[in-house]
């Protein structure tokens, strides 16, 4: 049996994010993914007029005449949230935690799929696989998908994105939505990335903290790799020590950016000092623009 003080927090983001999907989001997520998927109906002749591209050549081979797929708008969708819980993810500097904003987006975005009878399945990742939820419908469903974010205690630190991405390419065949919400500290999943972006329609949303782009000036502080567990102290103090920070910080945002522009792949950026709704306010417009 769940905590109290668990169940509470279920709730609190259950009406938090229910009333930002009834009042804002249900819209923007209907005119960005409903209708945007085709699946396989039948097959038909030819008649003139007909895409070419759109011929079944193993059906024309054997009748003898050209024939045609025919297709219709999928009545719903399937979206995979896939979620990077490593240790990295318990830190934030400003009110919430990254893993915490985590599971609010993760929210929203599975109560405004819900609203549009669309099922929502769940990949929780470490450096291994830790959780895996199938994708279902329904109000219930959803809230044990948000309950296994809260309360689910990791057995891994570190973070492995290419061995998530290769397990959902394993037990999710039909193409989705897939959200990726980490802080992308990981290296080595770029190949990964491309191959499951080709059957799948892959959305980053990144989570970073201001103190992990650029340190204050507070002297010397002892930091701690929360995935490894190494530890450091350094002067904070020194100008060109903090300049190096933010400039391999600037490097490593930059190098992200350039890879998931190379494969199409959408980013959401989302800071822990600033609110996450108008990030993805902004993603749903770019997506509702670039469809028309």
């Not at 190494?230 to 060109?240: A, Q």
């Not at 910080?249 to 890879?259: T, V």
């Amino acid at each position: 049996m769940l905590p109290k003080e668990i169940l509470k927090k279920i709730r609190r983001i259950e009406i938090r994010t229910n009333n930002l999907v009834n009042s804002v989001f249900c819209g923007e997520y209907q005119s960005v993914f409903k209708g945007r998927g085709m699946e396989f109906s039948e097959v038909r002749e030819y008649q003139q007029g007909d895409d070419i591209r759109t011929i079944d050549w193993n059906v024309t081979a054997r009748m003898g005449h050209p024939f045609v797929k025919k297709f219709v708008e999928e009545r719903e969708l399937t979206v995979m949230l896939l979620v990077d819980v490593s240790s990295s993810g318990e830190f934030g500097t400003v009110k919430q935690m990254k893993g915490e904003i985590a599971v609010e987006i993760c929210a929203l975005l599975a109560f405004s799929a819900i609203k549009n009878n669309d099922r929502v399945g769940l990949i929780i990742f470490t450096d291994k696989i830790e959780k895996f939820i199938p994708p279902k419908k329904g109000r219930k469903h959803v809230l044990r998908v948000i309950r296994e974010l809260l309360y689910f205690k990791p057995e891994g630190n570190q973070t492995d994105i290419s061995a998530a991405l290769a397990y959902l390419r394993n037990v999710v065949n039909r193409r989705s939505v897939v959200f990726l919400v980490s802080d992308f500290m990981a290296k080595g999943y770029e190949k990964a990335l491309k191959v499951a972006h080709h059957r799948h329609d892959i959305i980053a949303i990144t989570i970073t903290d201001p103190r992990e782009m650029e340190l204050p000036k507070l002297g010397f502080i002892q930091l701690e790799d929360a995935e490894t567990g190494e530890e450091i102290l350094i002067d904070t103090s020194d100008p060109e020590l903090r300049r190096s920070f933010l400039g391999i910080s600037s490097r490593e945002k930059e190098e992200r950016d350039r890879l998931f522009r190379s494969i199409n792949v959408d980013q959401i950026d989302i800071t822990t000092d600033k609110s996450y709704i108008m990030p993805l306010m902004q993603f749903f417009r770019m997506r509702a623009n670039k469809f028309r």
